[in-house]
């Protein structure tokens, strides 16, 4: 259908927004009820975040900044995670520079009601060292992948079953979740074709769970934690992920160099 004759994108982004926000912004202020009260912090906070028919583009545009910035402390964009800060990390392991592929679920198959699901599959450059790696060889790294995962962007059937490669003197120790063996192979042969490698599937092994369905149901249902009925989490859902971006991390360096990036937003990918 062609957008009408009148159509204003300025009133159908502010109309968006108001749609959207407002209703994550009447969950994450549910503990206070519908009456506003702007003697209380939480409830000031509330009003100010809050679109309005009335409002500018400036004024949207502020409101939500202060709803993801401070009100959510940018928990959206930065979710809470286990690790340590990369400087203590390197202090005490020496590595191997390491490829990193990441993936993630469509936005628009996203599950109503389950967070995006996510994958990553990591392996190490053994011939490489700190002192050896160049940025000749890592844009020939960015160009191996770019032809095997990006041209189209890569589908990686998720699913129950885990296939298990290590060949640890070339840097590989791949544990991934697929559908079928066949899924798991496709996926192996394609991440050792970025090195022109060939797989010795006397290092493959694989591990089929027993009753799959009832260890691993698609919806898990829900549980009671702290007095609130929360969803359990998905393990090992049957989800389509697709190849989102790829890194290399090099010991001594504070960041990783962006290799390809197909989501738009990572800093000077090489290709």
Request: contains cysteine.
């Amino acid at each position: 259908m062609a957008l009408p004759e009148n159509f204003s994108p300025c009133e159908h982004l502010q109309d968006t927004v108001k749609r959207w926000y407002n209703r994550e912004i009447a969950e994450h202020f549910s503990d206070l009820g519908p009456t506003d009260d702007l003697t209380i912090p939480r409830s000031s906070l509330r009003v100010a975040c809050r679109h309005e028919e009335r409002d500018s583009l400036p004024m949207t545009l502020l409101r939500v900044l202060l709803f993801e910035i401070t009100a959510r402390h940018s928990s959206s964009l930065h979710p809470a995670m286990f690790g340590i800060p990369i400087d203590s990390f390197e202090s005490q392991i020496i590595y191997k520079p390491q490829i990193k592929l990441f993936f993630a679920e469509p936005s628009d198959e996203v599950v109503d009601g389950f967070p995006r699901v996510e994958g990553e599959v990591t392996f190490r450059i053994a011939n490489e060292t700190t002192n050896t790696m160049t940025m000749a060889r890592a844009q020939q790294l960015a160009q191996r992948i770019r032809s095997v995962f990006a041209t189209p962007p890569y589908v990686w059937k998720k699913g129950t079953d885990k296939v298990v490669y290590q060949d640890k003197e070339k840097g590989y120790d791949l544990r991934v979740l697929c559908r079928t063996e066949a899924d798991g192979r496709a996926l192996i042969e394609n991440v050792l074709d970025i090195q022109n490698d060939s797989p010795d599937w006397s290092n493959l092994n694989i591990v089929e769970p027993v009753n799959a369905a009832e260890r691993f149901p698609y919806n898990p249902g829900t549980k009671i934690v702290m007095g609130q009925t929360v969803r359990k989490r998905r393990q090992r859902p049957r989800v389509n992920v697709r190849f989102r971006y790829a890194t290399l991390s090099v010991h001594g360096l504070p960041n990783p160099i962006n290799l390809v990036d197909l989501t738009g937003v990572r800093k000077n990918p090489l290709v």
